[in-house]
């Protein structure tokens, strides 16, 4: 949670296309942490 906090901190300060690109960076990071955990 801290990282995603921090994130959202620094997507804050970006132009539109590099927060676009961080959000799908971050949720393939997510999806990625979700896929291990499950297995």
Request: proline share 3%; glycine share 2%.
């Amino acid at each position: 949670m801290c990282t995603i906090r921090t994130f959202f901190h620094l997507k804050a300060g970006k132009p539109v296309i590099l927060s676009s690109y961080f959000t799908s960076l971050a949720f393939f990071f997510f999806l990625a942490n979700y896929l291990t955990i499950i297995k």
